[in-house]
């Protein structure tokens, strides 16, 4: 009998201890979703043609509009694509953003839909079957990029990234139809091709263009002395003829190649291309025009990037605080810090520390005037509180 009841706890103790790793496994086993595959039937290019498309976080539960990353190559680039985008948003170094990938589907149509037609026979001949480029362009013209804002919540700024034959497509596209997209990431660009024609187009289109406002970012291995010839004199075209408003930046990576160089290109493009997203010197532009600089900057990038009216967040205000408190000048922080009371109010914590650090300077009058704004702010302050008091400031005689 003993043994029965043994042999049936011991059954049931196992039975349970298979039941714990079961439902271990099957939370361990979840799926991690970075995004979806969408089908999409083309009438310009007579075939269904699959996008890889990846949300910022939030989007499901939300009413905001984002930007879109186009990424050409997409089985190729979306999987690491979309974590750069993510890091980079989540750090508030660029606006969150779609991430739409486009599949090649095979080498030879790859080949096919990213080149312009070659006479040159070296390309013929490693490459037969190309010369598809302006049917593409019109199927992400005409078809993917009216899907995309049609089926998602978008804002109208659009960014074209891609590499080798891609970045030749995407500097293609950029003067063929430059209102398409606003910013272009051309990765090791295959500029060589077709006798570098396109080289040859794009400085025709940028001596003729009188302004565009848009952002290239464009990367090469290795140095200036040393990199492919056909980048060089793009680069070189644009120092002498750039249209108005529009940016661009040559890259040089010495440490990467050819098959490297897609991965630093999008994370650096990325940085910058949205640089005036953030503000990495504060003092310096509160230097060149006080507060109201750093609110132009700000209203401006959202003008560039598609969020017209953008203001600059509360968070970056405090920063400024911070940081003209930290190289001591207490006055140009109280000017900050008080300068917009409905739309910035000023946070109690700041208020707090600014009247330390009057304090600390023997300048009383100050430190009172900013503990009383502090109590003011948030009437549980008891620091705040017992500093008054001990100034000799009766507490009922607080506003």
């Given at each position: 009998?003993?043994?029965?009841?043994?042999?049936?706890?011991?059954?049931?103790?196992?039975?349970?201890?298979?039941?714990?790793?079961?439902?271990?496994?099957?939370?361990?086993?979840?799926?991690?979703?970075?995004?979806?595959?969408?089908?999409?039937?083309?009438?310009?290019?007579?075939?269904?043609?699959?996008?890889?498309?990846?949300?910022?976080?939030?989007?499901?539960?939300?009413?905001?509009?984002?930007?879109?990353?186009?990424?050409?190559?997409?089985?190729?680039?979306?999987?690491?694509?979309?974590?750069?985008?993510?890091?980079?948003?989540?750090?508030?170094?660029?606006?969150?953003?779609?991430?739409?990938?486009?599949?090649?589907?095979?080498?030879?149509?790859?080949?096919?839909?990213?080149?312009?037609?070659?006479?040159?026979?070296?390309?013929?001949?490693?490459?037969?079957?190309?010369?598809?480029?302006?049917?593409?362009?019109?199927?992400?013209?005409?078809?993917?990029?009216?899907?995309?804002?049609?089926?998602?919540?978008?804002?109208?700024?659009?960014?074209?990234?891609?590499?080798?034959?891609?970045?030749?497509?995407?500097?293609?596209?950029?003067?063929?139809?430059?209102?398409?997209?606003?910013?272009?990431?051309?990765?090791?660009?295959?500029?060589?091709?077709?006798?570098?024609?396109?080289?040859?187009?794009?400085?025709?289109?940028?001596?003729?263009?009188?302004?565009?406002?848009?952002?290239?970012?464009?990367?090469?291995?290795?140095?200036?002395?040393?990199?492919?010839?056909?980048?060089?004199?793009?680069?070189?075209?644009?120092?002498?003829?750039?249209?108005?408003?529009?940016?661009?930046?040559?890259?040089?990576?010495?440490?990467?190649?050819?098959?490297?160089?897609?991965?630093?290109?999008?994370?650096?493009?990325?940085?910058?291309?949205?640089?005036?997203?953030?503000?990495?010197?504060?003092?310096?532009?509160?230097?060149?025009?006080?507060?109201?600089?750093?609110?132009?900057r700000f209203r401006e990038a959202g003008e560039r990037f598609g969020y017209p009216g953008r203001t600059t967040p509360p968070f970056t205000v405090s920063l400024v605080v911070s940081d003209l408190m930290k190289a001591g000048r207490l006055e140009d922080a109280s000017k900050v810090l008080l300068h917009d009371p409905?739309?910035?109010?000023?946070?109690?914590?700041?208020?707090?520390?600014?009247?330390?650090?009057?304090?600390?300077?023997?300048?009383?009058?100050?430190?009172?005037?900013?503990?009383?704004?502090?109590?003011?702010?948030?009437?549980?302050?008891?620091?705040?509180?017992?500093?008054?008091?001990?100034?000799?400031?009766?507490?009922?005689?607080?506003?």
């Open positions: 009998m003993t043994t029965r009841r043994s042999l049936a706890l011991l059954g049931f103790l196992w039975a349970t201890h298979i039941a714990k790793i079961d439902a271990w496994a099957q939370s361990q086993g979840s799926p991690v979703v970075i995004g979806e595959t969408v089908q999409l039937q083309s009438n310009v290019l007579k075939e269904s043609r699959s996008l890889l498309i990846s949300k910022p976080a939030g989007y499901d539960n939300g009413t905001d509009r984002y930007p879109v990353l186009y990424l050409l190559d997409g089985e190729t680039h979306f999987h690491y694509a979309s974590g750069i985008v993510s890091f980079l948003a989540g750090n508030d170094r660029i606006p969150k953003m779609l991430l739409v990938g486009i599949v090649s589907g095979g080498m030879a149509r790859r080949t096919h839909d990213l080149t312009p037609p070659s006479a040159a026979e070296i390309d013929n001949r490693f490459s037969p079957g190309n010369g598809g480029a302006d049917a593409f362009l019109s199927f992400i013209a005409g078809e993917v990029v009216p899907f995309v804002d049609k089926t998602y919540r978008t804002r109208p700024y659009r960014m074209l990234v891609g590499h080798s034959l891609g970045g030749l497509f995407g500097i293609f596209a950029l003067v063929t139809k430059p209102k398409l997209f606003n910013a272009y990431i051309a990765a090791d660009p295959s500029l060589y091709w077709n006798n570098e024609a396109v080289v040859m187009q794009a400085e025709s289109f940028f001596a003729d263009t009188k302004s565009l406002q848009a952002d290239l970012y464009m990367t090469a291995p290795d140095d200036p002395g040393k990199g492919p010839s056909a980048v060089r004199k793009l680069h070189a075209s644009l120092g002498r003829t750039a249209p108005a408003g529009f940016r661009w930046t040559l890259d040089w990576m010495k440490n990467e190649d050819h098959l490297s160089i897609p991965l630093p290109s999008i994370y650096r493009g990325l940085e910058t291309i949205f640089e005036e997203w953030r503000l990495p010197d504060s003092l310096g532009l509160y230097d060149k025009g006080g507060i109201e600089a750093i609110h132009r409905a739309a910035y109010p000023p946070p109690w914590n700041q208020l707090d520390a600014l009247a330390r650090a009057y304090e600390s300077r023997g300048n009383t009058e100050q430190a009172e005037r900013y503990y009383l704004l502090s109590l003011k702010e948030n009437p549980r302050n008891e620091f705040a509180r017992k500093k008054l008091t001990g100034m000799g400031v009766k507490i009922p005689e607080l506003p």
